[in-house]
């Protein structure tokens, strides 16, 4: 990680009061560099969201105001499930803070560098909440929504350049509208997830600008008798919004290599390593899936009836690698879905609960997946800080969902190349091709 010069927390603060203190820290180049990276992935999953359903309903009638601008590409960047994710926290940073931080700089036209300094605020301040709320919470809790607007808020505030004490309100003003309920993912047409950082994005935004004004929101809404702790996470860690001192949390986030959910990415990576050295079509017989617990309650769905479902499959993950290879967009299409031969793959793959896998999570997203004897074991996703994707696959990565998004080869090479240059006109770049 790179270095960060810290506030003090001192105890007669409260927690917001001392998390503005934290995030305003200095940000180093390499601390840019980093975010260039995270905006430039954001920027490819929004811009091929916005094509598919729930992106052109986000966008039709879009408002020109940065507070509609921040709701509206505040659902685009989740919607293909290729978004960054922090594993600690269980939280896609991107989705919330990018958006609203692009709608901040285009209504106060700031620099490149405080664009990637408030994104690098914004990171640090989602994450630190959600590594502090527990499985408690996130059984019943999306904490991508809840924990989204924090980040949001922080963004906007740095590039508003307020000081710590109207950060700190910005901060609360923005907890105290958190939502975001996993009822979402039992119905398969539900768009719910997406309008979660939706809402996120905006709340933080209009936190932060209302502060900026002079509006004041609850300073202990996290740790007071009624505020988010109490309210929402049962079995919290509170300190830990505060613990540690070293290095901004931006480092440790996971890239998305495959569109789908990220409990099911160190299931994929198993399964591509042992189609590689067995050949399933053409032996029949059960292909065992083992992993952690979290990744079976949302994940485990043998048959798939929607898109999100498929992306949220353990099962059609793996059928798609052994019939297809490595997975990509179309294949967790409809007409994927309906595949007899994926089909059939679906209804060999078995899926436990593994022991091993559950005391290393959430620090390590495991897998295996075992046929014929064979058995490929997989202790960290490829993606994760222990499992580092390489930068020519986010290159990869960031082409194909542009190119599918509808951009140009022009305008997707000028941004390749103000990302490979950490140029500061990235932003400005994005922003032109989300107008």
């Known amino acids: 990680m790179s270095g960060q010069t810290n506030v003090p927390f001192q105890t007669s603060q409260t927690l917001t009061q001392a998390l503005a203190g934290r995030i305003a820290g200095h940000v180093s180049k390499a601390d840019r560099a980093r975010a260039q990276w995270h905006l430039l992935d954001w920027a490819g999953c929004a811009v091929a969201g916005r094509s598919e359903p729930a992106g052109r309903i986000l966008l039709a009638g879009l408002e020109p105001s940065p507070s509609a601008r921040a709701f509206a590409w505040g ?31 285009a ?11 408030a994104i690098v605020r914004g990171y640090e301040a989602t994450i630190r909440l959600g590594r502090a709320v527990g499985p408690g ?25 307020l000081d710590t004490e109207a950060t700190a309100h910005a901060l609360a003003l923005a907890v105290s509208q958190s939502a975001g309920l996993w009822q979402t993912r039992h119905e398969p047409a539900s768009m719910g997830k997406q309008l979660h950082t939706s809402v996120s994005s905006r709340a933080g935004f209009d936190a ?7 509006f004041k929101g609850p300073l202990s809404i996290l740790e007071g008798p009624q505020g988010f702790f109490a309210a929402m996470c049962p079995g919290a860690d509170p300190a830990a919004v505060m613990a540690g001192e070293d290095g901004w949390r931006i480092h440790d986030v996971s890239f998305k290599p495959w569109p789908a959910c990220r409990h099911a990415h160190a299931v994929i990576d198993a399964a591509l ?14 292909i065992l899936v083992e992993t952690y617990r979290d990744a079976l ?46 089909t059939a793959m679906r209804n060999r793959v078995k899926v436990g609960q593994n022991g091993t896998f559950d005391a290393n999570y959430p620090s390590r997203f495991g897998a295996s997946v075992t046929f014929a004897g064979h058995t490929e074991t997989v202790p960290d996703a490829l993606g994760d800080p222990e499992n580092p994707v390489g930068l020519d696959q986010l290159r990869d990565k960031a ?10 080869e022009t305008e997707t090479a000028e941004l390749m190349a103000a990302a490979e240059t950490a140029s500061p006109e990235l932003g400005g770049l994005i922003l032109k091709v989300l107008a």
Not at 90 to 99: D, M, Q, R, T, V
Not at 399 to 407: K, N
């Open 273 to 286: 390593a042992l189609r590689a050295r067995v050949n399933v079509l053409d032996t029949g017989g059960d």
């Open 208 to 214: 932060a600008r209302l502060a900026a004004a002079g």
């Open 75 to 105: 659902g685009l960047g989740n919607i293909l499930e290729m978004d960054d994710v922090d594993k600690r926290a269980l939280l896609h940073p991107g989705p919330s803070i990018i958006p609203a931080a692009l709608a901040c700089a």
């Open 297 to 342: 309650v949302f994940c485990d769905k043998p048959e798939p009836e929607s898109v999100i479902e498929a992306k949220f499959s353990l099962q059609h993950s793996v059928a798609v690698v052994m019939v297809r290879g490595r997975p990509e967009l179309a294949d967790f299409s409809l007409d994927s879905v309906a595949d007899p031969a994926i």
């Open 107 to 117: 209504e106060n036209t700031v620099s490149g560098e405080a664009l990637l300094d």
């Open 137 to 161: 919470h996130y059984a019943l809790w999306h904490n991508t929504g809840t924990c989204g607007a924090i980040g949001a808020a922080a963004a906007c505030a740095s590039l508003m350049e």
């Open 399 to 408: 082409r194909a969902l542009l190119a599918a998004g509808g951009l140009s």
